[in-house]
């Protein structure tokens, strides 16, 4: 067990729909990373938070969006989902010498 | 960006035999990382090894920074070792870039 708590751990839904994939990090660690991971694509940064900022941004579309709240659990939420969307998304949390920890993911199937 | 190759792409091993899998990185790096992803998805961290030799019981990692490669050691292989290995850098803003990973089948 990481320690890395995502939820749900599956999610089904139809295109054009809106979904919101929630994480809680470790404790203690203040950073929260989200990662896509698909056939096509591989293992890709999304966007990490801080402490409740936004710290760093990758391939991060602009149909979706992240926040960190105070308890500094996190959403990731997804929105006008297509075909292509469907992946497995991870939440990872770090310690401060940067060694990242995964949730289990939850795996998106747009439909 | 940074790029990170890794190689085999593809392993198939008997029980009980050894291999090296690589990762080399086009830039220096903070830190590398490497992870193992088990046939239900998830993503164990392995070793945290910007440099170095770690040992973590048949596994072993050893990273030479100046030369941009790391190498992954996994001694008497076990069926549960199958799965995906991910090497994973970090140039400094602490988010992951990953290799496309090396996928391992031990065969009982």
């Known amino acids: 067990d990481s320690g890395v708590t995502q939820t749900p751990k599956h999610l089904i839904t139809a295109t054009g729909q809106r979904v919101t994939l929630r994480c809680s990090p470790r404790s203690g660690d203040l950073s929260v990373y989200w990662y896509q991971q698909s056939l096509d694509q591989g293992l890709q940064f999304l966007i990490q938070?801080?402490?409740?900022?936004?710290?760093a941004k990758g391939n991060i579309l602009e149909r979706f969006s992240a926040q960190q709240f105070p308890d500094l659990h996190s959403e990731l939420n997804l929105s006008s989902l297509e075909l292509g969307d469907s992946a497995l998304y991870f939440c990872a949390s770090s310690t401060g010498q940067g060694k990242a920890f995964f949730g289990q993911g939850t795996r998106l199937t747009v439909v | 960006g940074i790029q990170v190759e890794q190689s085999p792409p593809d392993l198939i091993l008997q029980e009980g035999a050894n291999s090296t899998l690589r990762c080399n990185f086009s830039d220096s790096v903070n830190n590398l990382q490497w992870f193992h992803q088990n046939p239900w998805g998830q993503l164990i961290n392995l070793f945290y090894i910007p440099s170095g030799t770690k040992q973590n019981g048949r596994l072993s990692a050893t990273t030479v920074a100046t030369e941009r490669y790391s190498l992954l050691y996994i001694s008497s292989s076990q069926t549960t070792d199958s799965g995906v290995y991910f090497c994973a850098v970090d140039t400094g803003r602490r988010a992951l870039t990953f290799g496309s990973g090396t996928r391992l089948q031990v065969q009982p």
């Open positions: 938070y801080y402490n409740g900022e936004e710290r």
